[in-house]
């Protein structure tokens, strides 16, 4: 059956909450990340991903604060992004307790940070996130938290981050995040079929069949959601025993 399918809450915090939006703005709060954090591994989570939004200088040690506070309540792996830019963003957060970091417009503007996070703390902790969005040209790759439109096309970009040592892609379709209408499942279909590493499908989970698609269409490894859990809609335990009835290998 291969490996299992994880199953990965994601939390964007802002000024030490959790917020959500829909197509990246009208954000709203969704709670404490630890708290959610905690109920989340206790319910069966795979992994936890924290993005810090508005990683501003001044804001990074109250992130980094909440980091050190999850790696206490959590005993599941966990990763963290948002505003590293050097390795020593990395050491911080890995320092604090994170488990993984997650880049994205830091690797865009500056590709060798992944070999020099993969060289330093190994491939394992080098996740690579990226925001793409469908123009009338093609999938193209977003920066500063899908603001600024850049030329790069999403598979030639994922293709060179695993050849720089990325050990996991994380793909966020904008048209699709927060609509709740299932995941960009074609493109992750090309992207988990041309790649090695793993794929994780962000961006449009809504229902329980959803997740089911980006395993079976997108043949994603991953598939990470944010307001379905964070609001109650669909409960993790529910989530899990559901995939399992539909054939799909979790952990239960």
């Not at 992944?114 to 925001?131: K, L, M, P, Y």
């Not at 529910?238 to 952990?251: P, T």
Request: glycine share 10%; aromatic share 8%.
């Amino acid at each position: 059956m291969g490996l299992a399918k994880r199953i990965i809450p994601c939390l964007d915090v802002k000024d030490g909450e959790t917020v959500k939006g829909t197509n990246f703005v009208n954000l709203r709060s969704a709670g404490d990340p630890v708290e959610l954090g905690k109920l989340y591994s206790a319910q069966g989570a795979d992994e936890l991903v924290f993005l810090d939004i508005t990683a501003s200088y001044e804001k990074r040690k109250t992130f980094t604060d909440m980091v050190t506070r999850v790696a206490q309540q959590v005993n599941i792996p966990f990763t963290v992004g948002g505003g590293i830019n050097e390795l020593s963003d990395v050491e911080r957060l890995l320092y604090a307790g994170a488990d993984k970091v997650s880049v994205n417009s830091a690797a865009i503007r500056r590709p060798e940070l992944i070999e020099e996070i993969a060289n330093r703390f190994g491939s394992q902790v080098c996740v690579v996130a990226i925001d793409a969005r469908f123009d009338s040209d093609g999938w193209h790759c977003y920066l500063k938290g899908g603001r600024e439109r850049t030329e790069l096309n999403l598979f030639d970009w994922a293709r060179e981050a695993q050849e720089r040592g990325a050990g996991e892609i994380l793909f966020t379709s904008m048209d699709h995040d927060g609509v709740k209408e299932g995941f960009a499942n074609k493109a992750l279909c090309h992207l988990a079929d041309s790649l090695s590493i793993p794929i994780i499908a962000s961006g449009g989970a809504g229902k329980k069949e959803d997740f089911v698609n980006a395993f079976t269409q997108g043949h994603a490894d991953a598939a990470l959601a944010a307001s379905v859990f964070h609001f109650g809609e669909i409960s993790i335990p529910e989530l899990k025993k559901y995939l399992y009835n539909e054939g799909i290998n979790v952990r239960l």
